[in-house]
């Protein structure tokens, strides 16, 4: 009578993500068969995945294969059957399961250096608008991003500063990025309309003429003045006198000139 072959199988409990892994049924024995020297048949099939593993193909008594990178929501667990067939028809089944560890670290996008406008004497709140962190398993992990300083931080004008995150993903998979923000002021001061003036002269020179430095703006130098030429109190002669006016912050811009008559 032929009796079924004996089905064995071997196969790695866990395994990291990239590694080399062999399912292994080299032990597989047939008494009559290995008298004779006929070789086994085997067949080879996934059971369970994803990921999933092409192995159907296979007919030899081992399979070697790197373990894929997780997608998205794959838990890592796979198992495998091995269907061994001897010379009179008869089979014998044996399986074995595998684990895929995660080992991939969530990746950054939006992590450029970054500059900003002031929007005050102080500087910018700026925020890390576009920063995100991807990861292979979990997908979209940016709520775990931790930065310092943090977005929304005040920075101030000057020099870039260097901002440090870091992500780590469920199973302890770390990155960590850093990117340069530089406030800077390039806004020019505004200064506002000044109405003409019309005067009576006080003698053949003219008169001396005062008036108040028009208002200017500035979202910096918040205590920014106008300079007028000619400036107030100076003595303007019959007739109309063009009187410009002119203010540069601190950073160098300079204001529109405003001009009124007298």
Same mark, same amino acid.
């Given at each position: 009578?032929?009796?079924?072959? /004996?089905?064995?199988?071997?196969?790695?409990?866990?395994?990291?993500?990239?590694?080399?892994?062999?399912?292994?049924?080299?032990?597989?024995? $047939?008494?009559?068969?290995?008298?004779?020297?006929?070789?086994?048949?085997?067949?080879?099939? +996934?059971? +369970? *995945?994803?990921?999933?593993?092409?192995?159907? %193909?296979?007919?030899?008594?081992?399979?070697?294969?790197?373990?894929?990178?997780?997608?998205?929501?794959?838990?890592?667990?796979?198992? /495998?059957?091995? @269907?061994?067939?001897?010379?009179? %028809?008869?089979?014998?089944?044996?399986?074995?399961?595998?684990?895929?560890?995660? &080992?991939?670290?969530?990746?950054?996008?939006?992590?450029?250096?970054?500059?900003?406008? #002031?929007?005050?004497?102080?500087?910018?709140?700026?925020?890390?608008? *576009?920063?995100?962190?991807?990861?292979?398993?979990?997908?979209?992990?940016?709520?775990? =991003?931790?930065?310092?300083?943090?977005?929304?931080?005040? /920075?101030? =004008?000057?020099?870039?500063?260097?901002?440090?995150?870091?992500?780590? $993903?469920?199973?302890?998979?770390? %990155?960590?990025?850093?990117?340069?923000?530089?406030? +800077? $002021?390039?806004?020019?001061?505004?200064?506002?309309?000044? %109405?003409?003036?019309?005067?009576?002269?006080? *003698?053949?020179?003219? @008169?001396? &003429?005062?008036?108040?430095?028009?208002?200017?703006?500035?979202?910096?130098?918040?205590?920014?003045?106008?300079?007028? $030429?000619?400036?107030? *109190?100076?003595?303007?002669?019959?007739?109309?006198?063009?009187?410009?006016?002119? #203010?540069?912050?601190?950073?160098?811009?300079?204001? &529109?000139?405003?001009? /009124?008559?007298?």
């Amino acid at each position: 009578a032929n009796d079924s072959p /004996f089905a064995s199988l071997h196969c790695p409990l866990t395994v990291n993500e990239g590694a080399s892994v062999t399912l292994d049924g080299s032990a597989s024995k $047939d008494y009559e068969d290995d008298a004779s020297g006929t070789l086994l048949q085997y067949r080879w099939s +996934q059971l +369970q *995945g994803p990921p999933n593993i092409d192995v159907g %193909n296979e007919t030899g008594e081992t399979v070697t294969f790197n373990a894929p990178v997780l997608g998205t929501g794959e838990a890592g667990y796979i198992e /495998f059957e091995l @269907r061994v067939t001897d010379s009179g %028809n008869l089979h014998t089944i044996a399986s074995c399961a595998i684990f895929i560890e995660d &080992v991939t670290a969530p990746v950054f996008s939006g992590d450029g250096d970054r500059t900003e406008e #002031a929007t005050g004497p102080g500087g910018a709140n700026v925020f890390y608008d *576009g920063l995100a962190a991807i990861d292979n398993v979990e997908g979209d992990v940016s709520d775990a =991003i931790v930065c310092v300083p943090p977005s929304g931080w005040l /920075f101030g =004008i000057g020099p870039a500063t260097t901002v440090a995150c870091a992500v780590e $993903d469920a199973n302890h998979n770390g %990155n960590e990025t850093s990117f340069n923000v530089r406030v +800077q $002021d390039t806004t020019k001061p505004v200064i506002a309309p000044q %109405n003409d003036i019309a005067m009576e002269a006080t *003698g053949p020179t003219g @008169r001396v &003429v005062t008036f108040d430095a028009p208002q200017t703006f500035d979202v910096v130098d918040i205590d920014l003045v106008a300079t007028c $030429d000619p400036p107030s *109190g100076s003595t303007f002669p019959l007739g109309s006198t063009i009187v410009d006016c002119d #203010a540069t912050d601190t950073a160098g811009n300079a204001a &529109v000139t405003e001009s /009124f008559t007298v």
